[in-house]
């Protein structure tokens, strides 16, 4: 028997309005005051402000509901049930691996918690060139109010062994580097977040605001995919969804219309882009499914000669923002150092080489430590982002061309890492290249990594950061939505999601998503209970 | 159908499915590698033995691939039945693995392994003369580095897909997992849950 208390068992069993809708066997109709399509950051809060303002609020989720007892730690259960394309979602040259989310709560059902307010730098650059009014000072509140509700705090334990090497070596080198707050509440410090949290310590969306809503009264539609909107006169005057089959991959047959006052977008800047070229949204500024940004990110793998076990403890707990700052936030990219936890699936597909190679360091896996530099793209000019566009059968599929400014990144980024491992006491030093291999001094390591052919597909790149697509703009000539999501052009209908970030963020985007959710939903709220 | 499917296959389905099922792990790899079996109808394999994805020729080719791949993460060629068993078990969790893909996914995944079993890709991408089964070691091996390094986009990519549903299939396993010296499931949460 299981100590721990499942909020969602507990919830259903007090009559949350919850519909599996792959067990629909003919087409329904719902009608409410506003849907939400997406249930992950942006789509949770959203649900909780407007549900808790009296509003009849719709949830529609692609995803499975988990209950706790679903989230059995193990990789192979999962990241087929519970991220996009079993973890392994690609642009559509192959070149980025992407993680998202696709289960209720979306990505923070799976993030590892890392929280940081959006960068001071970023919000300049969006008001400087982008006119928009979302000032340090303007989101300061809403900041503090999303950062109340999940417990983002200080964490208080020392960082574990992964995490504890770019702390050391970010010292011995004289780099800054600060300890990551995370959104938890009675953590057990597992290292297990990417698994789906087992003990709900996580405040994510999936045991805060989405139970929060559907106390409210909300309703929630899960393994059900928003297909499109239908669009007249500049307004949306229904939606159409496709329940899944019970293994939430394929269109059933069932179909699922809803009409509502109003449609809030948030399911991720992959598939709301998607949805709207679907849907046919009049595009006056071109941008829409345009200025997609990734973070796009390349890992330094490293053996020590003491047990590192990188997948034990809070994943994420020391970051160094040092090389962020070297250049101006629009020169030569900057990039931001953390750590992943390694468990062994995806660590496998992850490491380069095969045969022997790859085999020999499996079995180091104990003493295999990895760090990460995520490139904030978006803001010099050759960095323009990726574009989201349909395929025949109208899915979704991500194009982003990684040109010279990020690999030139790339490379200065494999260098500072290596550096940092060695100056942290490892014995070899791997940049995840298929041209590398294990470098046993800091020199050797710079002269290879000043060697690498810079090309797709031997060197890993991975993402797990969407952002940007449908982006804030000024007016319809310079974006798809205005700075409170409101979609140019149409009058019931807004974005809340990381898809309207006209750049990327530069630091994991959680809690910039909650915040300006949060803001927008609220002015949402306050319109729609005048309307 | 892609037309790969039109030549004379190596095994048919039945006769994988079949093996799988009369003889358990060893029989049933035994035969990918050696050679057919005799007939039996579909309807007598249980759903849970059925191949979803995966049929027995690109099977046989992810079953050869395997072990040049893994190194020595894999058994050794000797003892023959552990070998086999392990890649009946290896064939089963990639074909689930492709099977929970989105739709688009699985259509690439396809694509790609009918290149390496059409004879003509597999004699001229590939690089092998003989089918699969009968494929050298160091044939495969010289097939994986010549995609992998490849100036063309199109094989890297091939190569990297190969290498993710390999080593995910294989580093699925909880036995592979330990091996490698991970714990698994923490032991604290297990006792709370009570499945220690």
Same mark, same amino acid.
């Given at each position: 028997m299981s100590t721990i208390a499942d909020p969602i068992a507990a919830g259903l069993a007090r009559g949350w309005q919850v519909v599996d809708a792959s067990t629909l066997r003919a087409d329904t109709h719902y009608e409410a005051d506003v849907v939400i399509i997406g249930t992950g950051a942006g789509g949770g809060v959203s649900a909780e402000v407007l549900s808790q303002a009296g509003l009849k609020v719709l949830l529609i989720e692609e995803g499975p509901l988990p209950l706790g007892r679903d989230f059995r730690l193990l990789e192979s259960d999962a990241y087929p049930q519970l991220y996009q394309a079993c973890a392994a979602r690609q642009t559509q040259d192959k070149a980025i691996t992407i993680l998202q989310g696709r289960a209720v709560g979306g990505s923070t059902t799976v993030n590892w918690t890392s929280s940081f307010r959006t960068p001071p730098g970023t =919000? @300049?650059?969006?008001?400087?060139?982008?006119?928009? +009014? =979302?000032?340090?000072?303007?989101? *300061?509140?809403?900041?503090?109010?999303?950062?109340?509700?999940?417990?983002?705090?200080?964490? +208080?334990?020392? +960082? %574990?062994? %992964? %995490?504890?090497?770019?702390?050391?070596?970010?010292?011995?080198?004289?780099?800054?580097?600060?300890?990551?707050?995370?959104?938890?509440?009675?953590?057990? %410090? =597992?290292?297990?977040?990417? /698994?789906?949290? +087992?003990?709900?310590?996580?405040?994510? /969306?999936?045991?805060?605001?989405?139970?929060? @809503?559907?106390?409210?009264?909300?309703?929630?539609?899960?393994?059900?995919?928003?297909?499109?909107?239908?669009?007249?006169?500049?307004?949306?005057?229904? =939606?159409?969804?496709?329940?899944?089959?019970?293994?939430?991959? *394929? @269109?059933?047959?069932?179909?699922i219309t809803v009409r509502a006052r109003h449609y809030v977008l948030a399911g991720g800047a992959i598939n709301t882009p998607a949805l709207l070229l679907r849907s046919r949204l009049p595009d006056a500024s071109g941008r829409l499914g345009k200025r997609t940004f990734l973070h796009p990110t390349v890992l330094s793998a490293a053996l020590f000669a003491e047990r590192v076990d990188a997948w034990h403890g809070a994943p994420q707990t020391v970051y160094s923002d040092h090389f962020l700052h070297t250049q101006e936030i629009d020169g030569p990219l900057g990039y931001k150092l953390e750590t992943p936890p390694v468990h062994p699936l995806l660590a496998s597909v992850t490491l380069t080489g095969l045969g022997e190679s790859h085999a020999a360091l499996m079995r180091q896996m104990p003493h295999l430590h990895v760090m990460l530099a995520l490139l904030r793209d978006g803001f010099h000019v050759d960095s323009q982002g990726g574009e989201v566009s349909l395929d025949d059968d109208g899915h979704a599929r991500l194009a982003y061309s990684l040109n010279d400014p990020l690999w030139e990144a790339a490379r200065r980024a494999w260098l500072s890492m290596a550096e940092l491992q060695f100056a942290a006491g490892a014995r070899q030093v791997l940049p995840i290249h298929e041209d590398a291999v294990p470098y046993r001094s800091w020199p050797d390591a710079r002269e290879a990594i000043r060697q690498l052919p810079l090309e797709i597909l031997r060197a890993r790149w991975v993402s797990a950061h969407v952002m940007g697509g449908a982006m804030m703009g000024k007016d319809a000539s310079r974006g798809v939505v205005n700075a409170d999501g409101a979609c140019w052009g149409m009058r019931n209908l807004s974005v809340l999601d990381g898809s309207v970030f006209p750049t990327s963020i530069g630091a994991n985007p959680q809690l910039s998503v909650y915040a300006l959710a949060l803001r927008n939903a609220t002015k949402l709220a306050q319109t729609l209970g005048h309307g | 159908m892609h037309t790969a499917k039109k030549s004379t296959p190596l095994l048919t389905r039945r006769q994988f499915l079949r093996v799988g099922l009369a003889g358990g792990a060893v029989l049933l790899t035994a035969r990918l590698v050696y050679g057919p079996f005799a007939r039996m109808r579909l309807a007598e394999v249980p759903e849970a033995e059925q191949l979803k994805t995966l049929n027995p020729r690109t099977a046989t080719a992810l079953a050869a691939i395997a072990p040049v791949m893994l190194g020595s993460a894999f058994p050794p060629a000797e003892p023959e039945e552990t070998r086999l068993g392990a890649q009946h078990a290896l064939v089963r969790a990639i074909d689930a693995a492709i099977a929970a893909m989105p739709a688009p996914v699985q259509a690439e995944i396809s694509q790609l392994l009918d290149l390496l079993i059409f004879p003509p890709t597999r004699r001229l991408l590939v690089g092998l003369r003989e089918e699969w089964a009968r494929a050298e070691q160091d044939d495969i091996r010289g097939f994986l580095y010549r995609w992998r390094e490849s100036r063309f986009q199109l094989l890297r990519a091939g190569y990297q897909g190969l290498h993710q549903l390999v080593c995910a299939g294989w580093y699925a396993m909880p036995a592979s997992q330990a091996a490698v010296g991970y714990p698994g499931p923490p032991v604290q949460w297990k006792l709370a849950e009570g499945a220690a």
């Open positions: =919000l @300049a650059v969006w008001h400087e060139r982008y006119d928009l +009014p =979302l000032t340090e000072a303007e989101m *300061r509140p809403w900041f503090e109010q999303i950062e109340t509700r999940l417990s983002i705090h200080d964490w +208080p334990e020392a +960082p %574990n062994a %992964n %995490n504890a090497v770019l702390a050391r070596g970010a010292q011995q080198l004289g780099i800054s580097h600060g300890r990551i707050r995370r959104n938890v509440k009675g953590c057990w %410090n =597992l290292g297990y977040c990417g /698994m789906g949290c +087992p003990t709900h310590a996580k405040q994510s /969306m999936l045991v805060t605001t989405i139970p929060a @809503a559907l106390d409210a009264g909300a309703r929630l539609l899960t393994r059900c995919r928003a297909w499109r909107l239908n669009l007249t006169a500049g307004e949306v005057s229904g =939606l159409e969804c496709q329940a899944l089959d019970s293994a939430g991959l *394929r @269109a059933n047959g069932v179909r | -």
